[in-house]
């Protein structure tokens, strides 16, 4: 192994100990300090130890949003450079129940929620699918009126 391929892979444990990240996102950084062949060599053999796994990453990625729909979720887990297939393997675990679940949370804390084009409008910027609004918007009123 030589020098410069530990720098990388030291300066990527670095990296990946302030915050998880996808492979994607750790390469662009890395092959702006090392050249391609020693960033491979890094990420290879951060795979192999287990600390870099794009599902792991997405699966934590979406349980700390639990504030955003599955579109949004969709959206953000692309813009980290999680590839397609993982995108769609971990929002599929992310049924209906989960995002009712998810805006009704959300929507108990938005204060217009009683005007019901708000509140579907709301869920829908926060990826929320229109079924999944229009029901959680029905059950909170349910709620709310005794």
Known sequence: MGMEKAEALT????LLSQ???SRARL??????????GEVEGALARLEELGYLDDRAFAEAFVASRRKYGPHKLRFLLKAQGVPEE??????AAYG?????EAA?????RYPR???KAKAVR????????????????RLVKEEESG
């Open 86 to 91: 993982v995108v769609e393997e971990v929002l």
């Open 27 to 36: 390469r662009e950084k890395l092959l702006g300090r090392f050249p391609e």
């Open 11 to 14: 300066y990527a444990l670095r």
């Open 104 to 108: 009704l949370k959300v929507l108990r």
């Open 122 to 137: 709301f869920l829908r910027g926060r990826g929320f699918p229109l079924s999944v609004a229009l029901e959680a918007y």
């Open 96 to 100: 209906e129940e989960e995002s009712l």
């Open 19 to 21: 915050r998880a990240m």
């Open 113 to 115: 929620r009683q005007d």
